[in-house]
């Protein structure tokens, strides 16, 4: 998934090769996650598709099921890997993903701690931004999800980037190995303030730390926590707003004349002065856009804080 | 910490200044942001007196300074807060809770401070440090003990940034420069505020060796973003229309060392299509020798002439940061030379591995038409627009032409709390508009 590899590396002549991780795209909210192998199908609502027709295909094309039913190939990264990744826990989706690693200022080569590993949503964002020396370094205290994690950060590319601990971070805290060597600490931990004092021990200085969680009690707990031995603490909560767009006609209800609220730019040559603009596109449809009607309306807070420099 | 630890922290991710470096200069908790280079002749503003940046040579990234009227002159120096708490949140988690003060007894009669101006003016003249003014101006104050616990530190916390005012010692990261920027002049970056553009990064699945392609319309700011994610590896390739780049002055501002700055090149879009068909022969060279020029070798002139320029007009975000006519300017990597012909044959035979586009004054579908045909297939793309429709044409011309797929446009927004005992509430200011993006991913479509 991540082009560290340079044989695996995107390209105008890359192709799907036997055991390539593709995401199967039905739709924007319909895709999955398969492993090619030359002799398996995949069966869906469109019909029977062979693996081997797919092979030497270019990423990105479309291909045919057995009763023309057609779905698209696609690379992973990261942000279609959240898309269809098993849900073991409640997951980080990319506002939050994006905005996290962000303001944690992690680039190539840091070092960053992370609790707990959960689906691994963000933990595999935090691999790309980490690679390609650097390393994230995450603990769950349920092995068997651990495991799982492991195996899909095998299956996704990025397991050289991460290692995987089972450890209770909420009562032990962080392994002392990492102390004053963390870029940044991730936490997202049912009680954050109980691991607060060891990230700060694993932090070098003027190091970020994020806790994310779902409720304000948390977020006072937490904060009453931080404010000892950080500085510049920050609560924050991204979602995102999508839009539908569909093309349509506007009219303004007198008789055969309707408005248009400003049309498609590769139409500009069909006009030849300001006036002509709305007699000529009476009957033209136009691109309208609005937002959807529902969206996620919470996911959690983000409190971000930085290590006093003394 | 070992010895390769440190070595490998330094040049990768400095948390030390050295002579030179680039700095985010907070002063007052936010209330004034200032972009500086650090050389021994640099000097900061701060009401009418000017200090040397001097001091601030070799401290630690996040190190506190206070000004101080030393003996030759005022000077900052560094200044650790006590970690006993002196502030209401520690006092008084628990009781605020039980708070009986309100502010019937606070009548707004100008009477309540005892001190004049000239009391103060003479205090400064007999050697009272900031923090002394500000005890001197609560002792005095008829008001100060009927306010709420939580007043009171705001009125310390306004006196102290008044007569102790506090300078903090920021890297230099996108997220800093980005916030900077939004803060103070938004339009220079296109209105582009941090969670759209950190939106954009991962969007496009930027990462180490990868060849990311961008139409950066924003001073520069998403080409040193996505260098930043590159760490020295793989391009940021930034393309313009016609003969002239875009100005790119926002990567300065960033601590980029030689390795990253080699990996910021521009082309023009032309060449790039040029290479793409195969007739790669006379590209380059003949309209971008001069800007080479301007843009990589003269940028410490630029600076100067930031810094110079902006005497006048208050409205610069790196107003005061005076940089000596002799400081070693010309030690500032460049960035921005004109892709080689090498590169340029890559990227014709391969493709980038993804595409931004942050062009607020561009047509977004005539830019993508041509540009995204240059990305691999099954490479993501997004593009960040100020306005909706634009993106919603586009959008349904990638659409209608089958370019492109899992098509969506969305709108980042950005809520910041006050999270404090009891006093927990969204911040009563908000930005209510970040920008748009439309992404989506290239599909083969032969």
């Given at each position: 998934m991540l082009l560290t590899d340079s044989t695996k590396k995107l390209s105008f002549t890359r192709c799907i090769r036997d055991g390539d991780l593709v995401i199967v795209y039905e739709k924007h909210d319909t895709m999955k996650a398969i492993r090619v192998c030359e002799?398996s199908v995949l069966q869906n609502r469109f019909g029977v598709f062979k693996h081997s027709d797919w092979i030497g295909k270019p990423f990105g094309s479309k291909v045919f099921s057995n009763k023309g039913g057609f779905v698209y190939l696609l690379a992973a990264t990261p942000a279609l890997w959240t898309l269809v990744l098993?849900?073991?826990?409640?997951?980080?989706?990319i506002?939050?993903?994006s905005?996290?690693?962000?303001?944690?200022?992690?680039?190539?080569?840091?070092?960053?701690?992370?609790?707990?590993?959960?689906?691994?949503?963000?933990?595999t964002s935090?691999a790309r931004?980490?690679a390609?020396?650097?390393?994230?370094?995450?603990?769950?205290?349920?092995?068997?999800?651990?495991?799982?994690?492991?195996?899909d950060?095998?299956r996704t590319g990025v397991?050289?980037?991460?290692?995987?601990?089972?450890?209770?971070?909420?009562?032990?805290?962080?392994?002392?190995?990492?102390?004053?060597?963390?870029?940044?600490?991730?936490?997202?931990?049912?009680?954050?303030?109980?691991?607060?004092?060891?990230?700060?021990?694993?932090?070098?200085?003027?190091?970020?730390?994020?806790?994310?969680?779902?409720?304000?009690?948390?977020?006072?707990?937490?904060?009453?926590?931080?404010?000892?031995?950080?500085?510049?603490?920050?609560?924050?909560?991204?979602?995102?707003?999508t839009?539908?767009v569909?093309?349509?006609?506007?009219?303004?209800?007198?008789?055969?004349?309707?408005?248009?609220?400003?049309?498609?730019?590769?139409?500009?040559?069909?006009?030849?002065?300001?006036?002509?603009?709305?007699?000529?596109?009476?009957?033209?449809?136009?691109?309208?856009?609005?937002?959807?009607?529902?969206?996620?309306?919470?996911?959690?807070?983000?409190?971000?804080?930085?290590?006093?420099?003394? | 910490?070992?010895?390769?630890?440190?070595?490998?922290?330094?040049?990768?991710?400095?948390?030390?200044?050295?002579?030179?470096?680039?700095?985010?200069?907070?002063?007052?908790?936010?209330?004034?942001?200032?972009?500086?280079?650090?050389?021994?002749?640099?000097?900061?503003?701060?009401?009418?007196?000017?200090?040397?940046?001097?001091?601030?040579?070799?401290?630690?990234?996040?190190?506190?300074?206070?000004?101080?009227?030393?003996?030759?002159?005022?000077?900052?120096?560094?200044?650790?807060?006590?970690?006993?708490?002196?502030?209401?949140?520690?006092?008084?988690?628990?009781?605020?809770?039980?708070?009986?003060?309100?502010?019937?007894?606070?009548?707004?009669?100008?009477?309540?401070?005892?001190?004049?101006?000239?009391?103060?003016?003479?205090?400064?003249?007999?050697?009272?440090?900031?923090?002394?003014?500000?005890?001197?101006?609560?002792?005095?104050?008829?008001?100060?003990?009927?306010?709420?616990?939580?007043?009171?530190?705001?009125?310390?916390?306004?006196?102290?940034?008044?007569?102790?005012?506090?300078?903090?010692?920021?890297?230099?990261?996108?997220?800093?420069?980005?916030?900077?920027?939004?803060?103070?002049?938004?339009?220079?970056?296109?209105?582009?505020?941090?969670?759209?553009?950190?939106l954009l990064l991962s969007m496009t699945n930027v990462t180490a060796k990868s060849d990311i392609l961008v139409v950066?319309?924003?001073?520069?700011?998403?080409?040193?973003?996505v260098?930043?994610r590159l760490?020295?590896?793989g391009y940021v390739c930034?393309t313009?229309?016609?003969?002239?780049?875009?100005?790119?002055?926002?990567?300065?501002?960033?601590?980029?060392?030689?390795?990253?700055?080699?990996?910021?090149?521009?082309?023009?879009l032309?060449?790039l299509r040029?290479a793409q068909s195969g007739?790669?022969?006379?590209?380059?060279?003949?309209?971008?020798?001069?800007?080479?020029?301007?843009?990589?070798?003269?940028?410490?002139?630029?600076?100067?002439?930031?810094?110079?320029?902006?005497?006048?007009?208050?409205?610069?975000?790196?107003?005061?940061?005076?940089?000596?006519?002799?400081?070693?300017?010309?030690?500032?990597?460049?960035?921005?030379?004109?892709?080689?012909?090498?590169a340029l044959k890559l990227w014709g035979e391969n493709g980038f591995s993804s595409l931004i586009i942050?062009?607020?004054?561009?047509?977004p579908w005539s830019l993508v038409k041509d540009l995204l045909p240059l990305v691999s297939y099954s490479a993501p793309f997004a593009i960040y627009?100020?306005?909706?429709?634009?993106l919603?044409?586009c959008m349904h011309n990638l659409q209608l032409g089958k370019m492109a797929i899992g098509l969506q446009i969305s709108?980042?927004?950005?809520?910041?709390?006050?999270?404090?005992?009891?006093?927990?509430?969204?911040?009563?200011?908000?930005?209510?508009?970040?920008?748009?993006i439309l992404s989506g991913t290239r599909i083969c479509s032969s």
């Amino acid at each position: 998934m991540l082009l560290t590899d340079s044989t695996k590396k995107l390209s105008f002549t890359r192709c799907i090769r036997d055991g390539d991780l593709v995401i199967v795209y039905e739709k924007h909210d319909t895709m999955k996650a398969i492993r090619v192998c030359e002799t398996s199908v995949l069966q869906n609502r469109f019909g029977v598709f062979k693996h081997s027709d797919w092979i030497g295909k270019p990423f990105g094309s479309k291909v045919f099921s057995n009763k023309g039913g057609f779905v698209y190939l696609l690379a992973a990264t990261p942000a279609l890997w959240t898309l269809v990744l098993n849900h073991r826990t409640q997951i980080l989706y990319i506002a939050d993903i994006s905005f996290v690693i962000m303001y944690l200022e992690i680039v190539p080569g840091c070092l960053v701690l992370e609790s707990g590993t959960g689906s691994g949503s963000l933990t595999t964002s935090l691999a790309r931004a980490v690679a390609p020396t650097g390393h994230v370094y995450t603990f769950d205290f349920h092995e068997q999800r651990a495991a799982s994690a492991r195996e899909d950060f095998e299956r996704t590319g990025v397991s050289s980037l991460v290692t995987v601990g089972v450890r209770d971070i909420q009562g032990e805290g962080f392994p002392d190995e990492y102390t004053g060597l963390a870029d940044s600490v991730f936490l997202d931990l049912p009680q954050p303030w109980l691991a607060i004092p060891s990230a700060g021990k694993m932090l070098k200085r003027d190091g970020i730390l994020c806790s994310f969680s779902p409720c304000i009690e948390q977020v006072q707990s937490s904060c009453a926590a931080l404010r000892s031995s950080f500085t510049d603490i920050r609560t924050f909560e991204v979602l995102l707003r999508t839009y539908e767009v569909h093309e349509g006609k506007m009219d303004c209800g007198q008789g055969d004349e309707s408005v248009s609220f400003g049309s498609p730019p590769y139409k500009r040559r069909q006009r030849s002065n300001e006036e002509s603009k709305m007699q000529e596109n009476t009957s033209s449809p136009v691109i309208l856009a609005r937002p959807c009607g529902e969206s996620r309306g919470h996911t959690g807070y983000l409190t971000f804080a930085r290590l006093k420099s003394l | 910490m070992s010895q390769n630890n440190l070595q490998s922290d330094s040049l990768q991710n400095p948390r030390v200044t050295w002579e030179g470096c680039s700095v985010l200069l907070d002063i007052n908790d936010g209330d004034r942001l200032v972009f500086a280079r650090l050389t021994s002749g640099s000097t900061l503003k701060i009401g009418n007196k000017k200090f040397s940046l001097r001091p601030l040579i070799g401290c630690p990234f996040g190190s506190l300074f206070q000004t101080k009227n030393g003996k030759e002159g005022p000077c900052l120096s560094r200044f650790i807060p006590s970690t006993e708490g002196n502030n209401a949140e520690e006092k008084g988690d628990c009781e605020i809770i039980n708070e009986s003060r309100d502010n019937r007894a606070i009548i707004d009669n100008n009477k309540a401070q005892s001190l004049t101006g000239e009391d103060i003016d003479a205090m400064r003249r007999q050697g009272a440090k900031g923090d002394e003014i500000v005890e001197a101006l609560i002792a005095n104050s008829a008001t100060f003990e009927k306010k709420t616990l939580f007043s009171q530190e705001k009125y310390r916390l306004k006196k102290q940034k008044k007569y102790a005012p506090r300078v903090l010692l920021r890297r230099p990261f996108t997220r800093s420069i980005c916030e900077a920027y939004f803060k103070k002049y938004p339009a220079r970056i296109g209105f582009l505020r941090v969670d759209a553009l950190s939106l954009l990064l991962s969007m496009t699945n930027v990462t180490a060796k990868s060849d990311i392609l961008v139409v950066d319309m924003v001073g520069g700011l998403l080409t040193g973003a996505v260098a930043e994610r590159l760490g020295g590896t793989g391009y940021v390739c930034n393309t313009y229309l016609g003969g002239t780049p875009q100005s790119m002055d926002i990567v300065r501002m960033f601590n980029f060392n030689n390795d990253i700055c080699k990996r910021i090149v521009r082309a023009p879009l032309n060449d790039l299509r040029l290479a793409q068909s195969g007739t790669s022969k006379q590209i380059g060279t003949h309209e971008d020798a001069p800007d080479m020029e301007s843009n990589g070798l003269t940028s410490s002139i630029n600076m100067e002439e930031v810094s110079k320029s902006s005497e006048h007009k208050v409205t610069d975000l790196d107003p005061d940061a005076n940089v000596s006519p002799t400081s070693k300017m010309s030690k500032a990597p460049k960035a921005g030379e004109s892709a080689s012909q090498e590169a340029l044959k890559l990227w014709g035979e391969n493709g980038f591995s993804s595409l931004i586009i942050a062009a607020p004054d561009l047509d977004p579908w005539s830019l993508v038409k041509d540009l995204l045909p240059l990305v691999s297939y099954s490479a993501p793309f997004a593009i960040y627009h100020q306005y909706l429709q634009p993106l919603a044409n586009c959008m349904h011309n990638l659409q209608l032409g089958k370019m492109a797929i899992g098509l969506q446009i969305s709108e980042p927004w950005l809520r910041e709390y006050q999270v404090l005992p009891s006093r927990t509430h969204p911040c009563m200011q908000m930005s209510a508009f970040g920008g748009y993006i439309l992404s989506g991913t290239r599909i083969c479509s032969s």
